[in-house]
């Protein structure tokens, strides 16, 4: 996976990011990707080495079950990795 500067921040990051914007809430006309599918995605992107999401919580304006869904996809996927 291609790597960019982010910024002035010195970090580096992939070229692609995994957006989580349906994660758990329907927003923008876009349909709910609930807590099955969001492992799913994030699990997906991690392999294509994708390690870059974009879960900004204003997606959801702070839902505690979008928040709650984006967070345990990545739990899972991180518990996944260092088995």
Same mark, same amino acid.
Request: glycine residues 8%; proline residues 2%; aromatic residues 4%.
């Given at each position: 996976?291609?790597?960019?500067?982010?910024?002035?921040?010195?970090?580096?990051?992939?070229?692609?990011?995994?957006?989580?914007?349906?994660?758990?809430? #329907?927003?923008?006309?876009? /349909? &709910?990707?609930?807590? $099955?599918? =969001? *492992? !799913?995605?994030?699990? #997906?992107?991690?392999?294509? /080495? &994708?390690?870059?999401? $974009?879960? =900004? *919580? !204003?997606?959801?304006?702070?839902?505690?079950?979008?928040?709650?869904?984006?967070?345990?996809?990545?739990?899972?996927?991180?518990?996944?990795?260092?088995?």
């Amino acid at each position: 996976m291609e790597l960019r500067q982010l910024r002035d921040s010195g970090l580096r990051v992939p070229k692609l990011c995994l957006g989580t914007v349906s994660f758990g809430h #329907a927003m923008m006309s876009m /349909g &709910v990707v609930g807590p $099955d599918d =969001a *492992d !799913v995605q994030v699990s #997906a992107a991690l392999d294509a /080495g &994708v390690n870059f999401l $974009d879960a =900004a *919580d !204003v997606y959801s304006r702070g839902d505690a079950v979008a928040v709650a869904c984006a967070e345990r996809a990545l739990a899972s996927a991180r518990s996944a990795l260092r088995q």
